[in-house]
């Protein structure tokens, strides 16, 4: 990937930014800050790596004096609960209007770890998965959970666990897109 884009660019990018789907323990998380070290010093591309964990994430309600409000929030919402750690709510109705598809639910992340320099706080990582979840939207109101590159890797995943698409990397063909 790296090599594909410094052909296609004339230049190694400067950041580069993964998306792991799942957790990432304390021990894999070890070794992790270890190989990333070693290829900022190497590379001098500047790595940042969030883990999202589908499950887990509660629904999104709006309380008042102890009662459920019969109002549904807007998808796009986040609830940080660290300074590396929040919830995202990427579903739902997008503004507040009764009777649109869903109560919101969504996904929680961590920044297991940042970039080196300018790194991303925890509202513009909320935003940007946010935004990545949206660009799946293909009718109103109809936008993945996931972060699009994520939705996409389960879907294929799937397909190709049902043999409906071919293993052969080369191939143009994927039906589950």
């Known amino acids: 990937m790296i090599n594909d884009y410094e052909i296609k660019e004339q230049t190694k990018p400067s950041r580069l930014l993964l998306i792991r789907d799942g ?3 304390p021990s894999e998380q070890r070794s992790l800050e270890k190989i990333i070290s070693e290829y900022r010093q190497e ?3 500047d790595i940042c790596w969030i883990s999202i964990r589908k499950q887990g994430c509660p629904r999104l309600l709006i309380f008042e004096n102890g009662q459920v409000k019969n109002e549904i929030p807007s998808k796009g919402y986040w609830l940080n609960w ?8 990427t ?3 997008p503004n507040l209007n009764l009777g649109l598809p869903g109560i919101p639910s969504g ?6 770890e940042n970039f080196a320099k300018n790194s991303l706080s925890i509202e513009d990582a909320s935003k940007l998965l946010i935004c990545h979840s949206h660009a799946s939207q293909s009718q109103p109101y109809n936008s993945t959970r996931l972060p699009f590159v ?3 890797a389960d879907k294929q995943a799937k397909a190709m666990g049902n043999e409906e698409i071919p293993l ?3 191939s143009n063909r994927f039906s589950a897109a």
């Open 23 to 25: 957790n990432t323990p």
């Open 43 to 45: 590379t001098e591309i």
């Open 82 to 89: 660290s300074d590396e750690s929040a919830w995202i709510w």
């Open 91 to 93: 579903t739902g109705s």
């Open 107 to 112: 996904i929680n992340f961590t920044i297991i």
């Open 150 to 152: 994520m939705h996409l």
């Open 168 to 170: 052969n990397p080369n």
